[in-house]
């Protein structure tokens, strides 16, 4: 049984330990569809799941809640509903983020599990297994790839935006000459991820963004240095009522206040 402390709560390390080792096996189980080919759905006509999404998710909802019976359950491939409001800690999960490219066979896709307590992620992880990394983080602990800290870059004299055209069209002229703009990466987590690792400078998020596609990934990317916001300067709040987001930028600095006024002028 897991150690809790006066209040009743396990510790954030003792979560995490729990989710590094069900992400793991999640993970696992996607790889195993990977570039097979995998049975494919159309949610809401627009938006892809396969066989692998549920297969992982299955596994995800049924180890993580009977190791933690009292947490709630929010995940893109589940259905929700009011009970997990009432819950203490929330489990959030996306167990492929970025289906659409480990549909076409590229690798930066990952399991993405966290657990919410207050509006805040409290541990998070992200299994890459086809690009063979893992991140994870609690709070004033640092932010870990394969087991080494990692943490955002200096923004440079050029720096890397990744996110929507339409946003970075909306960066002001003086910075537009020092933006190299990347190219699509379909895993929101794992972009938020490079940020961490320092491998991208900043992205920005389009509107509709979901708790299980940033709950992990915000963790990481605060532990390593940097910042997601909303149109408000303000980190998002999961686990709530509503799920989705407005508009999101992501990154440090200079850059990242300069990318909170954009989006200040694109809320919603």
């Known amino acids: 049984m897991p150690e809790v402390d006066a209040a009743g709560l396990t510790s954030a390390d003792e ?30 006509g627009t938006s892809p799941v ?16 009977a190791a933690r019976p009292d947490y709630g359950w929010l995940s893109e491939e589940t259905a929700d509903g009011p009970e997990r409001l ?18 076409d066979g590229q690798k930066f896709w990952c399991v993405s599990v966290a657990v919410v307590e207050d509006g805040k992620s409290i541990a998070g992880v992200l299994e890459c ?12 602990t640092g932010a870990f790839l394969n087991g080494q800290r990692v943490k955002v870059r200096d923004i440079p004299a050029v720096a890397e935006l990744a996110g929507p055209k339409a946003l970075q069209d909306l960066v002001p002229q003086a910075w537009q ?18 940020i961490a690792k320092g491998s991208l400078d900043a992205t920005f998020v389009k509107p509709n963004a ?8 915000e963790l990481i990317l605060r532990e390593a240095g940097g910042r997601l916001v909303d149109s408000q300067g303000s980190t998002p709040a999961f686990g709530k009522e509503k799920v989705s987001h407005g508009a999101l930028a992501a990154g440090s600095g200079e850059m990242l206040a300069m990318m909170a006024s954009v989006i200040s002028g694109h809320a919603g």
Not at 129 to 140: F, H, I, K, L, R
Not at 178 to 191: E, M, Q
């Open 86 to 103: 009432k819950a203490r800690r929330i489990f959030v999960v996306d167990p492929i983020d970025g289906t659409r490219g480990f549909l």
């Open 129 to 140: 297994p086809a690009a063979d990394e893992t991140y994870w983080a609690t709070p004033d």
């Open 210 to 217: 979901h708790d299980w596609d940033i709950a992990a990934a």
């Open 15 to 44: 979560d995490l330990a729990l989710l590094r080792d069900a992400a793991r096996e999640a993970g696992a189980i996607a790889l195993r569809y990977f570039g097979k080919n995998p049975e494919v759905w159309m949610k809401g």
């Open 50 to 65: 396969s066989e692998a999404d549920y297969a992982a998710d299955t596994y995800l909802r049924n180890t993580l809640l």
């Open 177 to 194: 000459g020092r933006l190299k703009r990347t190219a699509y990466i379909p895993s929101l987590a794992y972009r938020l991820a490079m």
